[in-house]
Each structure stands twice: as C-alpha cells, then as structure tokens.
C-alpha cells in the first residue's frame, strides 16, 4: 500500500487532515495506515484464515 517513502506518506496523510484536526486525529490516520498495511502483508505472505474456519472457532452460526 505504501506509495512513497514514509515522509511523503506521513505529509499526504496531514494534507488530509482538516484545519481543527487534533494530534489524536492524526494519531488515529497513522494507526488505520498501520493496520491496514500489516493486513495486507499478513494476506500476501499467506497467514490468513478462511471465515468458515474463523466461524468454527468461535462457535457462529453460518
């Protein structure tokens, strides 16, 4: 997902931002950027589960 290098990254994030944004704001981008990617590697390096397999370990109903 990463495009660029991370200031490139971190500046298009606070570009983003609104004018009255907070550090929390700004904290709360960088830590759903973070999760996203590590998913995203977590996918591409195959440590995945399927959904059914997710369902049967917790007990849900389909």
């Known amino acids: 997902m990463q495009t660029g ?7 298009r994030l606070l ?8 550090w929390d704001d700004l904290m709360y981008q960088i830590y ?4 996203i990617e590590a998913g995203i590697k977590d996918s591409d390096e195959g440590r ?3 959904v059914q397999e997710v ?3 917790f007990g849900l109903i389909k």
């Not at 570009?15 to 907070?22: M, S």
């Not at 759903?32 to 999760?35: A, E, F, H, I, W």
């Open 55 to 57: 369902r049967k370990r």
């Open 15 to 22: 570009d983003n931002l609104p004018e009255k944004a907070t």
């Open 48 to 50: 995945t589960v399927e």
């Open 32 to 35: 759903v950027r973070q999760t």
């Open 5 to 11: 290098s991370i200031k490139q990254e971190a500046s």
